[in-house]
Nanobody, 125 residues
Framework: QVQLVESGGDSVQAGGSLRLSCAVSGYIYSTYSMGWFRQAPGKEREGVAC???????LISDSVKGRFTISRDNAKNTLYLQMNNLKPEDTAMYYCAADSARWRSCTVVAGDYPFWGQGTQVTVSS
């Protein structure tokens, strides 16, 4: 059974930084694409970034230049480094895992069948 557990969410002031982590278990993590998504109250879930099994990444325009996605296959862990945080980054952040090996990643929520419970990020001005 695939399990994803996010951590690292916190309350920070605008301009601050956070690093989110997502620990993955239950399958051969290194061969699957992974993604980070976020959802603010009253808004749809938004794709933030993704990374495929070869380390190629896609970053949403809304966070490009501020957020970086990475993975450590030895630790079965996905990361999201968030710098220069803005109040509009406030949301619940989720990691997601693909179910098809070697597939290119996307930032489309419907392409990911496995999800974590989320970690809250709050940015105050």
């Amino acid at each position: 059974q695939v399990q994803l557990v996010e951590s690292g969410g916190d309350s920070v002031q605008a301009g601050g930084s956070l690093r989110l982590s997502c620990a993955v278990s239950g399958y051969i993590y290194s061969t699957y694409s992974m993604g980070w998504f976020r959802q603010a109250p009253g808004k749809e879930r938004e794709g933030v970034a993704c990374i495929d099994s070869n380390g190629r990444t896609l970053i949403s325009d809304s966070v490009k230049g501020r957020f970086t996605i990475s993975r450590d296959n030895a630790k079965n862990t996905l990361y999201l480094q968030m710098n220069n945080l803005k109040p509009e980054d406030t949301a619940m952040y989720y990691c997601a895992a693909d179910s098809a090996r070697w597939r290119s990643c996307t930032v489309v929520a419907g392409d990911y069948p496995f999800w974590g419970q989320g970690t809250q990020v709050t940015v105050s001005s």
